[in-house]
């Protein structure tokens, strides 16, 4: 079969991750069968300097014309002065928009090989972490009104916070399906004690309850989750919640897993189609160097493999491949530890391949 992706290798680290990943990819058609189409294409700063915008319409068009987008990452110090409607994560937010992604899965899980990585105290991680956090991606205050007006305490600037029924609702469902397919309990997220938005977030999400009886459903206070996600993370499976919360606590929950170079993600609508890209960003101080992990956006097109193209078996041989690698006792900069020897970029892709 035959697939066509839509690549932004973006901006920093982007275009290193991103070339070993396509190779990944090749490998993985050569030895199941399958043909992998390329189509690179321009969004963030790279867009900025060769048109003047962060995502030209001709990005979108190509992308919305492809089975899946994969994405490096966008961003850097070089564009950070620029007005608001033209930084580069315009392109990323103009992306998740124009494609309708309004579904983001973030997993979080604590690889065995880097248990060491991990900032929290070993009795609270005993056993392992792997979570999902389920973010709302085109509503909220990203997408809000938003403006400057004078107050008598000098200008003032706002961005509003709103969602509609409808649009909690599909998260909430997208939400309970996840949890039906793991622990069967759910967590919602908000600040119902304080914000309107938050109080019809919750009672849209008891609604969409109603048809999962089998999901244990829980409401959570933000600032409390984002306690207990360092106090007893555990306790935690699917985890729900809006743009800007997700926003915080999908950091949160990467950095307790310690692997921040590790992690991917999905960003989804309703049907097949998807942009996939690793949580971490373009981290400019080491771009083009050979020492980027390659390992979150190779993951993030594991994630491709299975959630749009159904190819299940060939999303395993990659993690399988990935976990492999970790056992060798190799490691890349930002997950090196005493004993393990340091690896590049290429070597890391090198010995995925090797391993498929
Ligand atoms: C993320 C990032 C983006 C966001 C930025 C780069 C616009 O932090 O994907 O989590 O805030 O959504
Ligand atoms: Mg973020």
């Not at 991917?264 to 097949?272: D, H």
């Not at 942009?275 to 971490?280: F, R, T």
Request: net charge negative.
């Amino acid at each position: 079969m035959a697939y066509k992706i839509a690549v932004v290798p973006g901006d920093g680290i982007g275009p290193d991750v991103i070339e070993e990943t396509l190779k990944v990819l090749d490998q993985v058609g050569t030895k199941f069968g399958h043909e992998f189409s390329y189509t690179t294409v321009l969004a963030g700063g790279a867009a900025l300097d060769a048109f003047g915008i962060p995502l030209p319409a001709e990005t979108l068009e190509i992308c919305k014309n492809s089975d899946a987008v994969l994405l490096g990452a966008v961003g850097g110090i070089k564009w950070d002065t620029l007005p608001g409607n033209l930084r580069p994560e315009q392109a990323l937010l103009g992306l998740r928009k124009g494609l309708g992604l309004f579904a983001n899965i973030r997993p979080a899980i604590l690889f065995d090989q880097l248990k060491d990585a991990c900032p929290l105290k070993t009795e609270i991680t005993e056993g392992g972490l792997d979570l999902i956090v389920i973010r709302e991606l085109t509503g909220g205050i990203y997408f809000g009104e938003k403006g400057f007006k004078d107050t008598t305490m000098g200008k003032a600037a706002y961005d509003i916070e709103i969602y509609a029924e409808e649009e909690v609702r599909r998260i909430a469902i997208v939400g309970f399906e996840t949890a039906m397919k793991r622990s069967k309990k759910l967590m919602s997220v908000d600040k119902a004690n304080i914000l309107e938005s938050s109080r019809l977030w919750r009672s849209v999400v008891n609604e969409v309850a109603k048809d999962y009886h089998e999901v244990e459903l829980n409401h959570m206070y933000v600032d409390n989750c984002a306690m207990q996600l360092v106090r007893n993370p555990k306790q935690f499976d699917v985890i729900v919640t809006s743009n800007m919360f997700g926003d915080i606590l999908s950091d949160e929950a990467s950095m307790i897993t310690g692997s921040i170079g590790m992690l991917p993600s999905a960003s989804l609508r309703e049907g097949s189609f998807g942009m996939y890209e690793p949580i971490h960003g373009s981290a400019p101080d080491i771009a083009g160097q050979d020492k980027a992990n390659p390992m979150a956006t190779i993951l993030s097109a594991a994630m491709m493999l299975r959630y749009s193209f159904g190819l299940a078996k060939e999303a395993d041989a990659v993690e399988s491949a990935v976990r492999k690698v970790l056992d060798q006792g190799v490691r890349t900069g930002d997950i090196m530890s005493p004993g393990m020897t340091l690896i590049g970029t290429k070597e890391a892709g090198r010995r995925i391949r090797e391993a498929i």
